[in-house]
């Protein structure tokens, strides 16, 4: 449902629950006899598979999908309940200081052990199309995979798993700033 239409029904945008008042793409298509899958950023949904997923694993929380290192991501119509080991020894952020994190994030020893949202969503589309060990849907049946990255997302710094929520949740939008190293912008848009 284009978010243009929100304001006109008292949506904010950012949520948007299984008792929406209108079908969406993906309820249209299990109706239809499609496997169904959404993997990576499903935000505004909060049910993922209430609102016509078979499959999801991801983020649907929208301030969330700025930090490309999380250390727990989505999975059903849970949040927060798929944790990313590879992410936990990432330096705890505090407000305002997140160096030690971005640092971590950004060494190229380090890059190879973190678990970076965009692979997370490419790895998990390909065993789903390839419908590994058959535990994702019937081979004869058609099937529908909506797949969102991440990376467009500006930032790398969000609020996520802590007790209480104050910590700040560690990462950094890409393994490295590449081409743009060298540029005299601000770090996180040479990210």
């Given amino acids: 449902y284009h978010s243009g239409h929100f304001p006109a029904l008292g949506l904010d945008g950012e949520n948007l629950h299984p008792d929406f008042p209108k079908t969406i793409l993906p309820q249209m298509l299990k109706e239809a006899g499609y496997a169904t899958a959404g993997i990576g ?5 909060t049910n993922p598979t209430s609102s016509g997923f078979d499959f999801f694993i991801g983020q649907v929380d929208q301030g969330l999908c700025h930090n490309m290192y999380p250390r727990l991501i989505d999975s059903g119509n849970e949040t927060n309940n798929v944790a990313l080991p590879g992410n936990k020894n990432i330096p705890a ?5 997140f160096q030690d994190a ?9 890059v190879p052990n973190l678990n970076y949202t ?13 419908n590994e ?9 058609p099937f529908f995979l909506y797949e969102s990255f991440t990376v467009p997302h500006a930032g790398g710094w969000g609020w996520q798993g802590s007790p209480g929520g104050k910590e700040m949740e560690n990462g950094a939008p890409v393994p490295t700033d590449g ?6 912008w601000p770090e996180v848009e040479r990210d």
Wanted: charged fraction near 20%.
């Fill in 179 to 184: 081409e743009y190293v060298n540029e005299t």
């Fill in 93 to 97: 952020c505090t407000t305002g200081k």
């Fill in 133 to 141: 060990n058959g535990t994702y849907r019937n081979e004869s049946q």
């Fill in 41 to 45: 950023k499903l935000a505004p949904l």
């Fill in 102 to 110: 971005r640092s971590y994030c950004m060494n190229p020893d380090n």
């Fill in 118 to 130: 965009v692979d997370i969503t490419h790895d998990q589309s390909m065993a789903w199309v390839a």
